[in-house]
């Protein structure tokens, strides 16, 4: 007698189990799926916000610092480099952006933290800016310093020539670590959900899906001619 009712047992329990990984695989994985596309887009939308926005930032104020540069009549280069040494000192923001001024060779003349004077910073914004006399854009890593960096370069023209660069430059430790932050509570808010779903999903299954599905075995137990199951 104790064989067949440990082998009811066991098949009871085999039928829960199979009901659970059904239940995972319909509900719960679809969530999962959902959830992570959401975080996908979230963390992708967030970062490319962020980026823009400072692109966005530094080409307006290169913008308007350039014509205002501009705005002045100068009759040498010995003049427009002590205009751009002026203009260096007063400039703000020197605790978040530096601002360059650059020769056409490449190289740092003026700067507002005065550490880069006199190098080469290499990027591609400064010989784009140069050649095509247009306003360029430079994401990625500083050459000397391996430092995420995003730069804006503006061409200066003397006497219908480009002389130099006015450029911009800034880290971007800061708004990486803002996106990370984003990202963050975008992930536990997930977590948060997912594990809401599962426990929603545990409490239906034990609660409905699991008394059903003894009920219709019983049923069908009925319905086989075995009149005394209850």
């Known amino acids: 007698m104790g064989m067949p009712e440990e082998n009811k047992i066991r098949k009871r329990a085999l039928r829960v189990r199979g009901l659970r ?4 695989l319909n509900t719960i994985m679809p969530v999962f799926i959902l959830l992570g596309l959401i975080v996908t887009l979230f963390s992708a939308g967030m970062s490319s916000y962020f980026y823009t926005s400072m692109q966005s930032g530094l080409e307006q104020k290169a913008r308007t610092a350039a014509e205002f540069f501009k705005s002045y009549v100068m009759s040498s280069y010995t003049e427009y480099y002590q ?3 002026s203009y260096t000192k007063d400039f703000d923001g020197k605790d978040r952006i530096e601002l360059q001024f650059i020769s056409g ?26 050649s095509s006399g247009k306003l360029a854009v430079f994401y990625g890593r500083d050459p000397q310093t391996g430092e995420k960096v995003m730069s804006v370069s ?23 670590r803002q996106i990370m932050l984003s990202m963050l509570i975008i992930i536990l808010v997930a977590i948060v959900c ?37």
Do not use: C, H
């Open 194 to 230: 997912m594990a809401l779903v599962i426990i929603s999903s545990e409490l239906f299954i034990n609660n409905v899906v699991e008394p059903v599905a003894v009920v219709t075995e019983a049923a069908k137990r009925i319905s086989a001619g075995r009149y005394g199951v209850q």
């Open 105 to 130: 060779s490449g190289r740092i003349q003026v700067s507002s933290s005065g550490l880069t004077a006199g190098t080469s910073p290499g990027t591609d914004d400064i010989s784009q800016a140069i």
């Open 83 to 85: 205009m751009a040494n």
């Open 21 to 24: 990984q059904r239940w995972i």
């Open 154 to 176: 503006y061409p200066l023209p003397f006497n219908g020539k480009v002389v130099g660069v006015m450029r911009f430059v800034t880290s971007l430790r800061e708004v990486n």
